[in-house]
Nanobody, 124 residues
Framework: QVQLVESGGGLVQAGGSLSVSCAASGRTFSSYAVGWFRQAPGKEREFVAAIMWSGSTPYYADSMKGRFTISRDNAKNTVYLHMTGLKPEDTAVYYC?????????????????WGQGTQVTVSS
């Protein structure tokens, strides 16, 4: 079983930056993909970014490229999402997700494991 715990959400002003973290536990993640999704009020959950635990190539939704950066610290079993130039429309609950298959995160958006989410609110 995999446990994912997000942290670091909060309130930030438009134009500001914020990083959220996801601590993973429960098994060895070297062959897993980990990613971030978000869900704004009244909207469907959308893919944000993903990365393999053992790789260095990040994957981003087109609308997130240039402002969001995903990274991971294998020693800490933690993945991060650093967000810059935040806009009010970035307000959402941000979820961490993991799956042995990268395409289930990036393409299908159906990872097996989810965190509980962390709220990010961007004020105008």
């Amino acid at each position: 079983q995999v446990q994912l715990v997000e942290s670091g959400g909060g309130l930030v002003q438009a134009g500001g930056s914020l990083s959220v973290s996801c601590a993973a536990s429960g098994r060895t993640f070297s062959s897993y993909a980990v990613g971030w999704f978000r869900q704004a009020p009244g909207k469907e959950r959308e893919f944000v970014a993903a990365i393999m635990w053992s790789g260095s190539t990040p994957y981003y939704a087109d609308s997130m490229k240039g402002r969001f950066t995903i990274s991971r610290d294998n020693a800490k079993n933690t993945v991060y999402l650093h967000m810059t130039g935040l806009k009010p429309e970035d307000t959402a609950v941000y979820y961490c997700a993991a799956d042995p298959q990268l395409h289930k995160i990036v393409k299908l958006h159906t990872p097996d494991y989810w965190g509980q989410g962390t709220q990010v609110t961007v004020s105008s």
